[in-house]
T-cell receptor, first 113, second 113 residues
Framework: GENVEQHPSTLSVQEGDSAVIKCTYSDSASNYFPWYKQELGKRPQLIIDIRSNVGEKKDQRIAVTLNKTAKHFSLHITETQPEDSAVYFCAASTRGSQGNLIFGKGTKLSVKP | DGGITQSPKYLFRKEGQNVTLSCEQNLNHDAMYWYRQDPGQGLRLIYYSQIVNDFQKGDIAEGYSVSREKKESFPLTVTSAQKNPTAFYLC????????????FGSGTRLTVV
């Protein structure tokens, strides 16, 4: 079945710097890759997603890139702010699991003022 | 909470007691999911349901049970067989297919007393 690896598990950056979180997946049939942000004690919220027919997608300070050949995708946050501090989860959706999302283990991002 | 409501927000369970966590959605989503999250950990799938009157075990179904009698509702029962139930429980829903992300509820924090 699908397996999603996420790195790093923790990331600390200075305010204003960029942050990059990387995920790899194993099932070449996966076709949808969302990213979630979870603040402490709250629910995960979808912040950006990308489908397999697209290589890059941007939304203001965040962007996601997808390399289908290498089976990896990345989240890029530019001009980080303290409110970006949270746990970020990547996920991959595969037909083999009836559309279930397979989540990475998460990255705790800390943005220091 | 974006159309998906979990209750209660906090729940205390005595040893040997069964408790039921409620999850209701008005998004007209076919699929619903239950995840368990332990402190500093990722999301582990307990059960999922793609359609009314049908559900499947996830990775950690032992000690849990579910029902899906209505499209809108997917309650989770934590039974006395679950020896370590203290965790944050998240319910989610999604449209059918592999190209859509999940909408999460706000979670229920269960504590054994």
């Amino acid at each position: 079945g699908e397996n999603v690896e996420q790195h790093p598990s923790t990331l600390s950056v200075q305010e204003g710097d960029s942050a990059v979180i990387k995920c790899t997946y194993s099932d070449s049939a996966s076709n949808y890759f969302p990213w979630y942000k979870q603040e402490l004690g709250k629910r995960p919220q979808l912040i950006i997603d990308i489908r397999s027919n697209v290589g890059e997608k941007k939304d203001q300070r965040i962007a996601v890139t997808l390399n289908k050949t290498a089976k990896h995708f990345s989240l890029h946050i530019t001009e980080t702010q303290p409110e970006d501090s949270a746990v970020y989860f990547c996920a991959a959706s595969t037909r083999g699991s009836q559309g279930n999302l397979i989540f990475g283990k998460g990255t705790k991002l800390s943005v220091k003022p | 909470d974006g159309g998906i409501t979990q209750s209660p927000k906090y729940l205390f369970r005595k040893e040997g007691q069964n408790v039921t966590l409620s999850c209701e959605q008005n998004l007209n989503h076919d699929a619903m999911y239950w995840y368990r999250q332990d402190p500093g950990q990722g999301l582990r799938l307990i059960y999922y349901s793609q359609i009314v009157n049908d559900f499947q075990k996830g990775d950690i179904a032992e000690g849990y049970s579910v029902s899906r009698e209505k499209k809108e509702s997917f309650p989770l029962t934590v039974t006395s067989a679950q020896k370590n139930p203290t965790a944050f429980y998240l319910c989610a829903s999604s449209p059918p297919g592999t190209l859509y992300g999940y909408t999460f509820g706000s979670g229920t924090r269960l504590t054994v007393v």
